[in-house]
């Protein structure tokens, strides 16, 4: 069954300091895959694409990293800010639809 | 930057009635989707919709649902007659070029509550 893991569910970090999440998939065939930002009540907001043969793509202080071989990806931020409060969903896109993990729930405090 | 803007942002209707979500895609946007996600669970995608066709849909979007670009700007789902389990948040999204590479952009939903 095509499915997008996500760990950890949640997660609580003090302002500055740095956090990786952390995506595997089993979608197939796989076209690409996108990471999300949404905040409570708001529509996703689009971080990153990757496909197949990118193992690397930033965003300002949002790194995130592909395996295709393993179907691991992770976000990595960097220097967290209390605005980065919110829940990354990281998507599959199998050339037809997008899947949808279901997301880790940041929280970063002062 | 423009924006996919959607509306009602919140929609209370009784049980069996019809109701009539619409979106806004950005401008010169040709891609656009339906997607719902029911409290507390993944975004789940419903329907695509390009020249005026329906590309895919998922077993979700059965004869209850359909979709219309009615002009130029609008996009629409109808749900024909609404039941408890269709309570969600509804996303619209569009993209400029096929899907493939290219981010797709988000309303801020329609909460549907149906009683």
């Known amino acids: 069954k095509n499915q997008v893991e996500q760990s950890p569910q949640s997660l609580i970090i003090l302002e500055g300091k740095n956090c990786t999440l952390q995506?595997?998939?089993?979608?197939?065939?796989?076209?690409?895959l996108r990471w999300y930002k949404q905040d409570t009540g708001r529509g996703p907001v689009s971080l990153t694409i990757?496909?197949?043969?990118?193992n690397t793509k930033s965003n300002g202080r949002y790194t995130a990293t592909l395996d295709a071989d393993t179907k691991q990806s992770s976000l990595h931020i960097t220097a967290s800010q209390l605005s980065d409060s919110a829940s990354y969903i990281c998507?599959?896109?199998?050339?037809?639809?997008?899947?949808f993990g279901a997301g880790t729930i940041l929280r970063v405090k002062s | 930057e423009p924006e996919v803007t959607q509306t009602p942002s919140h929609q209370v209707t009784q049980m069996g009635q019809e109701v009539i979500l619409r979106c806004v895609p950005i401008?010169?946007?040709?891609?656009f989707y339906w997607y719902r996600q029911i409290l507390g669970q993944k975004v789940e995608f419903l329907v695509s919709?390009?020249?005026?066709?329906?590309?895919?849909k998922s077993e979700i979007f059965d004869d209850q649902f359909s979709v219309e670009r009615p002009d130029g700007s609008n996009f629409t789902l109808k749900i024909r007659s609404t039941k408890l389990e269709d309570s969600a948040m509804y996303f619209c999204?569009?993209?400029?070029?096929?899907?493939?590479?290219?981010?797709?952009?988000f309303g801020d939903g329609t909460r549907l509550s149906i009683l």
């Open positions: 999204a569009s993209s400029g070029r096929e899907n493939s590479n290219q981010p797709q952009h």
């Open positions: 995506c595997n998939y089993t979608v197939s065939p796989f076209s690409n």
């Open positions: 990757m496909t197949f043969s990118e």
């Open positions: 998507v599959v896109y199998d050339g037809n639809k997008l899947v």
């Open positions: 401008s010169n946007h040709l891609y």
């Open positions: 919709f390009y020249n005026n066709e329906i590309s895919e």
